[in-house]
Structure formats: C-alpha cells, structure tokens
C-alpha cells in the first residue's frame, strides 16, 4: 500500500488546476454538529482541483474525472486539515513545523519588540500553513509625549480600518475597549466578513456575549468573570500589574463546583459565543507535564524563537514571574466545568508564547480538550469545522465539496484516540501534497 502511495506522491508532486486529484479508499471522518455527528464515508472519494473540493462521498456515488491522478489511500483517514486560531509564526521553521503536524492554517498574532511573546509575524514563509492576520483593537492612542489616552469611538473606527488594510482577517479586541468600542467593532467586522475574538477587561466577558463577539480567548481571562467587581476592575484598569498576580492566586484557589462557577458555566453554554482556552500555555506548569522538544519535528526549533522555552534536554520550564508557579492546576479544573456544561471550542496553541512550539503545542491544547470530556471528534471539531462555523468562513473545515483543499490523510482513526491525529500520512495544503520529509531539514537561517 505505501509503496503505491510513494509511486504516486511521486507523480503529483505539484498538482495543476488542469489535472484533478483523487484520493479513493479512504473513510471521511465526519466532524460537523460540533463532532456531534459520526456519519463517516468509508471507502470513500475525495476528488481536488486546484485549491478546491469538487466531490467527496461514496466511491460508488462520486465520479472521478478522467484525467485525474488517482492516490489509493486504503485504510487511512481523511480529516480537514488543522486550524491553529490563537498562533505566531516567526521562521521558516515554525511554518515546516505547522505544516509537519498537520496545521494547514493559523490566526496569527503580530508581536514584535520587547514585550513580544511571539515575534514579528512571518508572512512570507515558504512552504507555510495558511497565514490570517491577526488584528489588535486596543482602544488606546500614543501621544507626541509617550502618554497613552483612551481612543473616542471613531478613532477606535478608523484603527478597524488600518488594520483591516493591513490584512487582518480576525480583530483581537483588547483589555481597554468600552462596550461602546466593542459594539462599534462588533459591527464593523460583521460588516466586513470578519471574526472578533474578545481578550476583555473595561468591557465584561458578560457584556462581550450580549454584544456578539464570536470568541474568547486564554481560561485565565474569561475566566475573570468569576471574580468579585472590585478585583475585575482592578485587573481591567492595569491587565499586567499586581491586580492581575492577585486575580490569578483567586483563580488558583477557587471551588471549580462553586455556585460562581456554575453560573459562569451555564451563561458560555447558553451563548453562541466559543472557548479558546490555549492552556497548552499553562501545561509545562503541571507536574505531569512532558518535554515537547522530544516530538520529532522539534529538531529544527530554535528556543531562541520561543517565549519561555522549555529547557530542550530535560524539559524543565520556569513559569512566567508575574504568573504564581504551580497555579495551574486548578485552572484546568475551572475549564473542565465549562466543558461539562456544553461550552463550544475552537483550537488555539498559544505557539510560541510560554514554552509553546509550532503544530506540536496545537496536538496538545486537543488532547486537553479529551481530558475534559470531550470526544476526540468533539476536540478534532474545534480544530476543523467549528472554526468555519463560528468564523463565518464557509470553506473552512469540513470535506465536503466546495471547501478549501486542506486535508491530512492518516493511517489511524483519530475518533477513537485524538493522539492517532499524529499518525500522519499525507498533508495536502491549498490543493498541493506537502512533502514532510523535507520539512524535517533545518531551514536556512532567515
């Protein structure tokens, strides 16, 4: 069978739009409704041209073109490929370590200078995953004197506009927006087709939900719903001063079955507002953490490119100062009460802030959305087609005709173990055939 495989990876190299492709053999894994559904299509077709879909169903109900070039994938698993929505890239070999663990797109995150977690972003990367800009709303202007001041409404409309020009997909709507900011941005972006992600703090996550935003991002942000009105403005007037060290020592000692919890709990559920818990962050902060520079692809990862690195040989990690050590634990607890309440998911790595790395950490943040009781095609949704849903993207995520050729063909079921999501044999990204074992090689220094 691989022996077939290589045969014809050889020949489709560099897919036209002029030649198709068709992969036949293979079960489509069903990740709509959420993971809700388990109508899989066992040997199945999934027929490409260019950088589209243009049939996907039964072998006996879907028509191969003539002239296409026929890959057997018998046995394996056809799935979307992986959307990491909270990322940075900042090298060519992060883009190789995105496209090597099956993450075909990010949203990504520009942040150069000092206060940088993740780098200036690389948009230029070749080979690379699927690069949507991440656009920072943050209600403040800088005066001639260094001072900061708080934008009117209409300046905060024309940042919408500068970033928007800029090539933002995503608007990143920041700690100092007023609900009047965040309304006006809510309904720019809707406007212009794009998604909000909330990261709030003048603005409650409470109100962030009754004003639309699509998402939320960071289980130690909107979780300070929680806290009492006094530590949340506190927290909302300075987000990195010792208001915000003291929130996290609340969020480390609270009752997870606490009435506040519930409540919080059932108000997500309730919404049509999505999770971004990136608490792959957090996870070298556990005990029980493992070394992340043992995955294979992490070879070519130079620390000096991540926030915090991990230590590479032994994987020993010192948490950030202004975070307390070891209050993480109970973090996971809080966001599993979110999870068992019926809160929806979208997949964010974090990558590279706090010891994260590129399309390994993604692997992670899912495997933790299975330890909160999610079905592994519950977390593979969160990845796929709950980020077309909740993104308005209509060709993201899901093989079905008319979406985007990203597809990862793998040699193990990932419904029944998320981890099988590794078991990669193909990545297919914009309709081309990735090849992986070139990603392995140290790129150039850039």
């Known amino acids: 069978m691989h022996a077939l495989l290589l045969v014809a990876l050889l020949g489709a190299a560099a897919p036209s739009a002029e030649r198709p492709i068709a992969l036949t053999g293979a079960t489509i894994v069903d990740v709509s409704a959420s993971g809700t559904k388990t109508a899989d299509i066992r040997d199945a077709v999934v027929v490409i041209r260019g950088n589209e879909i243009i049939a996907a169903g039964p072998r006996r109900k879907t028509k191969i073109p003539a002239d296409a070039r026929i890959i057997r994938a018998d046995g ?25 663990m099956g ?59 500068e970033v ?11 700690y100092r927006l007023t609900p009047a900011h965040v309304r006006l941005a809510v309904a720019r972006a809707r406007e212009l087709g794009l998604a909000t992600i909330g990261e709030l703090g003048r603005t409650t996550y409470t109100e962030g939900i009754e004003l639309g935003i699509d998402a939320f991002v960071h289980t ?86 991540i926030h915090l690195p991990a230590d590479r040989e032994t994987g020993a990690w010192k948490q950030d100062p202004g975070i307390p050590a070891g209050s ?26 706090f010891g994260t790395l590129p399309g390994i950490s993604l ?15 519950q977390a593979l949704a969160a990845a796929t087609s709950n980020v077309g849903e909740v993104f308005h993207w209509p060709r993201v995520g899901q093989v079905r005709k008319g ?3 990203d597809l990862l063909v793998l040699d ?28 392995r090689k140290m790129p150039a220094k850039q």
Do not use: C
Request: glycine share 8%.
């Open 220 to 305: 130690r942000r909107y979780s300070l719903e929680l806290a009492s009105p006094e530590l949340r403005a506190a927290v909302a007037k300075e987000p990195f001063g010792p208001a915000r060290t003291t929130y996290y020592e609340y969020l480390a000692a609270i009752d997870p079955d606490a009435p506040v919890v519930k409540a919080w709990a059932a108000r997500i559920a309730g919404s049509r507002v999505a999770l971004i818990p990136t608490l792959a962050m957090s996870w070298l902060d556990l005990p029980q953490h493992d070394n992340p520079w043992k995955e294979e692809i992490a070879a070519i990862l130079d620390p000096a490119g």
């Open 363 to 377: 692997h992670r943040e899912l495997s933790i959305l299975t330890g909160f009781g999610l079905t592994p095609r």
């Open 76 to 100: 394996a698993y056809i799935v979307p490929g992986l959307n990491d929505v909270f990322a940075g890239l900042n090298s060519q070999a992060q883009a190789n370590a995105y496209l090597y």
């Open 103 to 161: 993450v075909t797109s990010i949203v990504g995150s520009d942040e150069p200078g000092p206060r940088g977690r993740r780098g200036a972003l690389m948009m230029n990367a070749a080979p690379s995953p699927r690069v949507r800009r991440l656009g920072f709303i943050h209600g403040l202007k800088e005066g001639a004197g260094g001072e900061w001041t708080e934008r009117t409404t209409a300046e905060v409309g024309a940042q919408i506009d």
């Open 164 to 174: 928007v020009a800029e090539g933002a997909k995503v608007l990143l709507l920041h």
């Open 403 to 405: 979406f985007d050729a």
């Open 328 to 353: 993480s634990a109970n973090l996971f607890r809080v966001e599993e009460r979110f999870a068992r309440a019926g809160a929806r998911y979208l997949a964010g790595s974090g990558s590279s802030a």
């Open 412 to 439: 193990a079921d990932p419904t029944r173990d998320i981890a099988n999501l590794k078991k990669i044999r193909m990545v297919i990204k914009d309709g081309s055939i990735v090849d992986r074992e070139a990603l």
